[in-house]
């Protein structure tokens, strides 16, 4: 049991001594005050006469006078027979004396409220309905209370062991119960008992010592009977248990010495072995944390020497951990191969075992939550060449582990056992973080049994709680109380926020390695490279990176300001390891900030790396320096400072020396260079030795307040890594997954991301069964919809290196875009200029020949604008409907579905399909597919071509093989929830030649149809434009007057100067309209992208109080109706998007803006002017968009 150390120990903990549940003859303890097996005189009422090594200090007699004292014990008839002992110098008067009580005993029939054991009037083990009753009742000023648990009666006729342990603390009260060596359920309260008057001191053996319930006799022998005080936490003072299982080596509470690596037990500790190792011994407990500290012992002598470990043990410790454990941080080790050791977000256990190879065997669950108190127990139990591992954590068996092998010992570490650290000597930096409390080692007397374990017992199963529904938000709460269906449930109603899908739906972005690592041919730099080789061997053509990405559809790029070597690509005012130090441009350049004007020249979003390790500073003493948090005011000025006498946003936080340089240079890229649309924050600890705890609370505050639209990534609280490196995602990839918090705006874990000891898996889901699994184990507090970004690289490494070769379009497309697009996620494929300051020339050929790639396999859509036939599962064809929001090529629209109903796509005429894409309506209603499939009519008959599990934001589904039909049939066989929705459903087929991009485009938002914008079947949606790339300098017809809903999507285009872009009205010269405002403000944005905007014309007024026309928003207050669009979002209120996901809100404690210096700079000012806006709006379709408002209330789309 894991018991709070409130007093020191005061003598000797009592050893296990293996006694029989026949009868025993044992030397009772110094310290008992009652230990009688019946050798001595029982003659009427008298006080028993002990003989030979007896102990009674007190009165021991019967109670009526005709108990029969016999060879092994006394004989009961039960009525008001038995025996009762009064100690000596004992107050167990007001229940608040700690005790152990026990006896052995054969009953020979037990009837309604016959009495076993009993103390002072109210502490009790009785039978009860049938059942054996145990426990205690205290009373309040509220009345009277019972404290009580139950378990099956013992056989009749048989001997039988029962042993008691109270034990009073000033936080509780506690009774453990052993019956023949198994552990029974614990009675636990806040209040003692209250004793009875009369009888407040004393014991009852068969008989009960309240003068109400004498008559509750049990018929019987009593064999022995034991009693004795103890402290509070004494180690199970236990002798007439039969043997726990196993024999116990080692106990440590840490009450001993360590002096020069050589450990001395105290009294109350056991060591039949040498004990050494390193820590910081204080209050009872050992603190590690350094490489190399750790306890180890060594049996003596060695019952594990072997080569296998053949002979079983168990290992028992109470720990509390800190967060960010090393990875590998070992919290018990056997042999060199035997452990249980921490491995990334798991608590991982297991062992490796030989033969002409290794074998591993590995189990795990959530790592247990930082800072709180723990208690695990392990037991290894070999048969023959096979071994099995027992583990419980917190009184829940976990899994049990079996493996085909024995636990293969390393040869200078057999037989040794290590705490807190890996046995094997070449490992000693797997420091496990945190405190030890207690530890206890074992070799087991035969076949593992619970009660082996002596430091937990498993909790008593518990009724699961339905917790009531709760509203659709981006974080749901749940509990390891809860019910599957409540988790399954709570899963279902996790949703992501516009800005999620918005950025998912971008598909493909671009990674752009750059800096001092590019000039050495090295991945991980160290802090010291000179920055003298920052020597571009041609012109640092950033524009060009940019439009080669754009022209081959990624929609944003990553750009690495600072790698874990911490050389900068701004010239930053917080350090000289950037690029003013290099020869480029005579220390004059930024590529930072060529990188944005070119981004926003091309219509690409801007993302930005920022690597929290840094080499350099740790050289410079910065980083890891050991220095204490404290209030810093950020921006920090600096002497020459350009911003002196300017009104800046001011902010303050808790942060260490090196949090505020890291702080600062993140404000100079957050205010200085316009819209940041994701900031990306590396997990990796790059080539530095110190550690720094960084404050991501602190970080993601700065972004949120400085860039309230931009999504932070990996590192963050809003995109995930998808857990590899190499451009996969899992099979089935769910939106919502089981996250721990550390605080409700710091960085959040992902949990059970990986099994145990494995790499990525594709296969690896968060199904229902898991997710309940990972809920019910503990370790999850929420369930969050967090999107899964996958990167990988396009050469072998991520900067460029000499003869790099990038992966061919066929694989890129095949093997990572169908397997992470294509599975609910996002591609960052890396793209690396050279030392020549350009991408290579087969890079760019290998990311043209993707796009081309993807132009054929999904360029055209066969199903676009096509009718759906939703059919029910009914014969009724009347309930039968058609639906065209499904092939709109519009996501924000969609059908609702239920379970079995089935869609059916007329495509006009027989195609060949290949490859089908389906997207869920997730805004509205989450991701609830499990399971769904797809047929074809071949020959009047379905014919399955493809079924397909989960489905989010995006599912491609690639046909087993090509099939030509007229009809596609899809049905949703299982889903979380009773409803959901379907977005988009598109077909396709691989072209033979790649379709060009649209130099030309057609849009009437009043169309009868989606179409694929020529003049005949216009576009017929402005959310049409969400993934459909233009040709450069494209023309944009909008048709007169035509009356579009507000939409938040970009438009992927751009001009240049020999052929700039158009967009203009036909049909007339009504100007359209885009949610109530004229088009020519949503369009505006393009004007910086080399378009002419033609968009003049008489603007209608709606009448008031007239109904919304064809594709307009819902006014406000509206709810939209199945298949519209929701209200438009504006990107930029990041606040506001918090709380309508239900947010908590972020270290408002911890940061103050000065509101008395904002406004200076074009950047910042512009961001007031937007805030004070969107304070004072209401949903309305004036409200802003995302993008940067002038002032006058024109509004731009998100580009």
Not at 538 to 550: C, I, S, T
Not at 599 to 624: H, Q, T
Not at 941 to 947: H, K, L, N, S
Request: with cysteine; net charge negative.
């Amino acid at each position: 049991m894991l018991f709070k150390k409130w007093a020191r120990r005061a003598a000797a903990l009592l050893a296990v001594t293996v006694a029989s549940t026949s009868l025993p003859l044992a030397q009772a303890s110094p310290t008992d005050d009652l230990d009688v097996w019946f050798s001595g005189s029982l003659v009427g009422t008298s006080q028993y006469t002990t003989q030979g090594e007896e102990a009674m200090r007190g009165r021991l007699h019967a109670v009526a006078g005709g108990e029969q004292q016999v060879a092994d014990g006394v004989k009961l008839a039960g009525g008001n027979q038995g025996l009762r002992f009064s100690p000596t110098g004992v107050g167990l008067g007001p229940g608040e004396t700690s005790f152990a009580l026990e006896t052995q005993f054969t009953p020979e029939r037990f009837s309604q409220m016959d009495t076993v054991l009993s103390v002072a009037g109210n502490m009790f083990v009785r039978v009860q309905d049938e059942q054996l009753h145990y426990g205690w009742s205290s009373q309040t000023s509220s009345g009277w209370n019972n404290h009580v648990a139950s378990a099956e009666l013992p056989a009749t006729g048989k001997p039988h062991a029962l042993s008691l342990i109270y034990r009073r603390t000033p936080e509780q009260a506690k009774l453990e119960v052993f019956l023949d060596g198994e552990a029974l359920p614990e009675v636990k309260a806040d209040v003692g008992y209250t004793s009875s008057a009369d009888v407040a001191n004393q014991v009852g053996f068969g008989n009960e010592v309240h003068p109400a319930g004498q008559s509750r006799g049990m018929a019987g022998t009593i064999h022995r009977v034991r009693f004795n005080r103890i402290e509070a936490d004494a180690r199970k003072p236990l002798e007439l248990q039969p043997s726990s299982g196993a024999t116990t080596q080692l106990y440590l509470d840490f009450s001993g010495k360590l002096t020069d690596g050589t450990y001395t037990p105290a009294a109350t500790e056991t060591a039949a072995g040498a004990v050494t190792g390193a820590g910081r011994l204080a209050d009872g407990m050992i603190a590690l944390g350094a490489a190399g500290e750790g306890i180890s012992f060594l049996g003596d002598p060695n019952s594990l020497a072997g080569e296998d470990l053949d002979a079983g043990f168990v290992a028992e410790v109470n720990f509390t951990p800190e967060p960010n454990q090393t990875n590998l941080g070992t919290l018990l080790s056997v042999g060199g191969n035997f452990f249980v050791r921490y491995e990334g977000d798991q608590l991982v256990y297991g062992y490796s075992g030989r033969d002409s190879r290794w074998h591993n065997y590995k189990a795990g669950t959530g790592a247990p939550e930082p800072g709180k108190p723990h208690v695990l127990s392990v037991a290894y139990e070999p048969s023959g060449t096979n071994a099995k591992v027992v583990v419980w954590l917190d009184g829940v068996a976990l899994d049990t582990l079996t493996g085909q092998h024995l636990s293969r010992q390393a040869g200078n570490t057999r037989g040794v056992v290590r705490l807190g650290n890996e046995a094997n000597s070449g490992a000693g930096d797997r420091v496990f973080k945190g405190k030890l409390d207690t530890a206890r080692f074992g070799l087991l007397d035969g076949e593992f049994k619970p009660s082996a374990f002596e430091l937990q017992q498993l909790k008593p199963s518990e009724e699961c709680t339905t917790a009531p529904e709760v509203e659709p938000a981006n974080y749901v709460a749940v509990e390891r109380g809860h019910c599957p269906e409540t988790i399954v449930a709570r899963a279902s109603a996790v949703r992501p926020t516009e800005e999620q899908v918005s950025w998912q739906e971008l598909e493909l972005t671009g990674f752009l390695h750059f800096g001092i690592n590019t000039f050495y041919d090295q991945e991980w730099g160290h802090g010291n490279e000179d920055p003298q080789r920052f020597r571009p061997t041609g012109e640092v053509d950033v524009e060009a990176w940019v439009r080669q990405l754009r022209d081959s559809g990624f929609k944003m790029g990553i750009l690495t300001l600072k790698h874990h070597d911490g050389f900068m690509l701004w010239p930053t005012r917080y350090s000289d390891y950037s690029v003013k130090s290099t020869p480029w441009k005579e220390g004059k350049g930024d590529i930072l900030r060529e990188f944005t004007d070119a981004a926003r020249k091309y219509g690409l979003k801007v993302g930005v790396y920022i690597s929290p390790a840094d080499s350099n500073a740790e050289r410079k003493g910065i980083f890891g320096n050991g220095s204490a948090k404290r209030t810093r005011t950020i921006p920090t000025l600096v002497p020459g400072d350009d911003r002196v006498g300017k009104e800046l946003p001011q902010f303050t936080y808790e942060a260490t020396d090196y949090g505020q340089f890291f702080l600062n240079t993140m404000y100079e890229v957050l205010t200085e260079y316009g819209d940041i649309d994701e900031v990306w924050f590396d997990g990796a600890g790059g080539n530095a030795s110190g550690t720094e705890a960084f404050d991501y609370e602190a970080y993601y505050d700065l972004v949120h307040q400085l860039q309230p639209g931009a999504l932070v990534a990996v590192g963050g609280r809003d995109v995930r890594w998808i857990g590899n490196e190499a451009g996969l995602a899992r099979i089935d990839e769910w939106g919502p997954v089981p996250i721990r918090q550390h605080s409700p705006t710091g960085k959040i874990d992902l949990v059970g991301g990986r099994l145990p000891g494995k790499h990525f898996q594709e296969e690896l889901s968060f199904s229902d069964d898991r997710l309940v699994k990972l809920v019910t184990s503990g370790g999850v507090d929420s369930l969050h919809w967090w999107p899964g970004e996958a990167d990988m690289k396009l050469t072998d490494g991520w900067f460029a290196h000499p003869n790099d070769v990038p992966k061919t379009p066929a694989r890129l497309l095949n093997h990572h875009w169908d397997r992470t697009v294509g599975r609910n996620s996002l591609l960052l494929l890396n793209v690396p200029p050279t030392t020549t300051g350009s991408f290579a020339p087969s890079s760019v050929s290998a990311i043209q020949g993707f796009e081309e790639l993807r132009r054929r396999a999904y360029g055209v859509d066969l199903a676009l604008g096509r009718e759906a036939l939703v059919m029910r599962p009914s014969t009724d064809r009347k309930a039968n409907r058609v639906e065209t929001t499904l092939t709109d090529g519009n996501t924000r629209t969609g059908v609702e579905l239920r379970v079995g109903e089935s869609v059916v796509i007329d495509l006009g005429s027989e195609q060949q399909v290949e490859r089908i894409s389906v997207s869920e309506d997730t805004l509205r209603f989450g991701q609830q597919v499990k399971s769904w499939r797809v047929e074809a009519k071949v020959a009047d008959t379905w014919q399955e071509v493809g079924r397909a599990g989960t489905i989010g934001v995006k599912r491609i589904l690639v046909l087993r093989n090509p099939v030509t039909t007229q009809h596609l049939r899809l049905t949703v066989d299982e889903a979380r929830a009773d409803r959901f929705a379907l977005a988009n459903f598109t077909a396709h087929q691989m072209l033979a030649q790649a379709p060009d991009k649209p130099e030309e485009i057609w849009i009437d938002c009043g169309a009868p149809k989606a179409g694929p914008g020529t003049q005949d079947a216009p576009l017929n949606s402005l959310e049409q434009l969400r993934n459909l790339e233009l040709a450069s300098g494209a023309r944009i017809h909008l048709a007169s007057g035509t009356v579009c809903a507000a939409s938040t999507a970009p438009i992927w285009a751009y001009g240049t100067n020999d052929k700039p872009g158009v967009v203009d009205i036909v049909g007339g010269d009504q100007a359209p309209t885009v949610g109530g405002r004229p088009a020519a403000e949503w369009f505006a944005p393009l004007s910086e992208r080399g378009f002419d905007i033609r968009l003049d014309g008489s603007t209608p007024q709606p009448e008031p109080g007239e109904s919304p026309k064809p594709g307009e928003s819902p006014k406000p207050g509206e709810s939209p109706k199945p298949g519209e669009s929701p209200k438009p979002v504006n990107r930029r209120s990041r606040v506001n998007r918090r709380s309508r996901v239900n947010r908590r809100s972020r270290v408002s404690h911890r940061s103050r803006v000065n509101r008395r210096s904002r406004g200076s700079s074009r950047r910042v000012s512009r961001l007031v002017r937007s805030r004070a806006l969107l304070a004072s709006c209401t949903p309305a379709p004036d409200c802003p968009r995302r993008g940067a408002d002038s002032g006058d209330g024109q509004t731009e789309p998100v580009m």
